[in-house]
């Protein structure tokens, strides 16, 4: 079982970026999918996760820049990340929720220049 993410790249602050995550159509049948990121020297934390019936969640860091969607018909999550900041510099990685061990992929790298 894999998930594959791109979308990442070097932006300037104020900028944006679309993260996209392609994964198994029984995936995104079943489960609830997040983006997770990862920043040097700190702990994985969940960004924004959207429910099988598109329910949306996001970190209060993100909220109203950050949007979350699925098209499970093309077995995709997206993340849609305007008006980024220098803190949203991380590895961004897409995973069920909660998240299983074996699902997390290599990530993509988000940096945001200041």
């Known amino acids: 079982v894999q998930l594959v993410e791109s979308g990442g790249g070097l932006v300037e602050a104020g900028g944006s970026l679309r993260l996209s995550c392609v994964g198994s159509a029984i995936i995104f049948r079943i489960f609830d999918m997040g983006w997770y990121r990862q920043a040097p020297g700190k702990q994985r934390e969940l960004v924004a996760n959207?429910?099988?019936?598109?329910?949306?969640h996001y970190l209060e860091s993100v909220k109203g820049r950050f949007t979350i969607y699925r098209d499970n018909a093309k077995n995709t999550v997206y993340l849609q990340m305007n008006s980024l900041k220098p803190e949203d510099t991380a590895v961004y990685y897409c995973n069920v929720v909660p998240p299983f061990s074996t699902y997390w992929g290599q990530g993509t790298q988000v940096t945001v220049s200041s």
């Open positions: 959207v429910s099988t019936d598109v329910r949306t």
